[in-house]
């Protein structure tokens, strides 16, 4: 049940939300196989100057600032698929958005199966019953 919010500091056009939910859910099957039915991918956009940086406030001058934020159930990936996930969102990010800052940042969040809801069952009792 991954969940990917990819927050930018500028607007996007409508190809370039296209390809972001493509190719990230692209790489949430291929990389951490999760299932593309079940990947949510929300984009926001935000004016350049809401994100600071070095304490600086951005502008459209400047490359764009990225944070994205992936929440999947606990131990469900390796620290190698995470890394390859971290390395290859970033990647993704410069072949759609074009330039990024340095301090672009690629949060993954192991959510407890008992804290992490699909369709108001817990990952851990639809684990569960799946054993039945």
């Known amino acids: 049940m ?3 919010n990819i927050r930018l500091n500028t607007k996007l056009d409508s190809n370039q939300k296209s390809q972001l939910s493509i190719k990230t859910t692209d790489l949430m099957n291929t990389i951490m196989g999760k299932r593309r039915e079940v990947t949510v991918v929300h984009i926001q956009e935000d004016a350049p100057e809401q994100w600071a ?4 406030t951005l502008n ?3 490359p764009t600032a990225a944070y994205v934020d992936i929440k999947v159930t606990q131990n469900t990936n ?3 698929e995470k890394a390859a996930m971290l390395a290859q969102t970033i990647m993704m990010l410069q ?3 074009g330039a990024l800052q340095e301090a672009c940042y690629v949060v993954i969040t192991d959510v407890p199966a008992n804290s992490w809801g699909y369709n108001g069952k817990t990952q851990a009792a639809r684990a569960a019953s799946k054993l039945l």
Do not use: D, G
């Not at 940086?53 to 600086?56: D, V």
């Open 2 to 4: 991954p969940y990917i």
């Open 53 to 56: 940086i070095n304490s600086l």
């Open 60 to 62: 459209s001058e400047n």
């Open 78 to 80: 390796t620290p190698v």
């Open 95 to 97: 072949e759609v958005v």
